[in-house]
Every structure is written in C-alpha cells, then in structure tokens.
C-alpha cells in the first residue's frame, strides 16, 4: 500500500503561482508514476500533469508552459517519493480541488497514466 499526503494550495490572486507537494510513503518502490488531476465544481476530474520515474513528464495542454511537475527525491533516486507541482501563471478557470495520485507498476503494461492510489485533495483557488 501507497499513502499519499498533499500539501500547498490556497487562495492566489490570477497571475500568481502557488505549488503544491505531495508526499508518498509505503510501498514507494512498486510506483511507476506520480501526477496530478483536478477537479472544479460541477465538472469531471481531469488529469493536470504526470511525472514517471524515467522522468519522463505529460501535461493537459490547459497548463502546458504555465505547470511544471518535479520529482524530489534525492535520497531513493530511482523511486517516486515526493512529486512537486509548480503552478505559474494561475487563472481563475485553474480552480478546483488538486488530488495527487499514484500509479503502481503492471508487468506489461503501457497504456495510459492509471492511478491506484489517491490523495484527499488540496484546494486551489485563483480569484480574478
């Protein structure tokens, strides 16, 4: 099992950056990936940003150029640990509720980001 504890968020005025972290402990080593989704009122929960242990990162073409996802983890190189999400440039349609979220490794499986482990959410709010 995988825990997953968030941190940041709050309220920012458009135009400011705010950046959350997520901190994952237990099974680190069976992650393949780390990433983000959002979730606004009224709306589904979409994928903000992902980063696998390749360091290979994906993003929404929403945040492209404003949102920048890092993994921090010195101490177990190899491994997911602590997953960074830098938001620049925020507008107000960035607010929502930003869960942090993991995926553990499937032996033979290369399909898209698929998340088994979830945080309980940060709220970020960008006032205009």
């Known amino acids: 099992q995988v825990q997953l504890v968030e941190s940041g968020g709050g309220l920012v005025q458009a135009g400011g950056s705010l950046r959350l972290s997520c901190a994952a402990s237990g099974s680190i080593f069976s992650l393949t990936a780390m990433g983000w989704y959002r979730q606004a009122p009224g709306k589904e929960r979409d994928l903000v940003a992902v980063i696998y242990s390749t360091g290979t990162t994906n993003y929404a073409d929403s945040v492209k150029g404003r949102f920048t996802i890092s993994k921090d983890n010195a101490e177990y190189s190899v491994y997911l640990n602590t997953v960074s999400l830098q938001m620049n440039s925020l507008k107000p349609e960035d607010t929502a509720v930003y869960y942090c979220?993991?995926?553990?490794?499937?032996?033979?499986?290369?399909?898209?980001?698929?998340?088994?482990?979830w945080g309980q959410g940060t709220q970020v709010t960008v006032s205009s």
């Open positions: 979220n993991a995926e553990r490794a499937r032996p033979g499986y290369s399909g898209d980001y698929a998340p088994d482990y």
